[in-house]
């Protein structure tokens, strides 16, 4: 168990997480121009 949060964590620590925050950024501009942005609000923060 140990050795497996020894590898997992490098990748939600750090700038590792940086390349999934623009990753993230992008889907939701691209999903907002498909569907109606209240909508695409609501549905993040269910999901937040």
Sequence with gaps: MIELMQKI???ISGLYTLPWI????VIT???GIFIDQQR???AM????
């Design 40 to 42: 695409l609000d609501r």
């Design 29 to 31: 501009a691209l999903l």
């Design 45 to 48: 923060k269910t999901l937040a």
């Design 22 to 25: 623009l990753v993230g950024f």
């Design 9 to 11: 964590i490098p990748y």
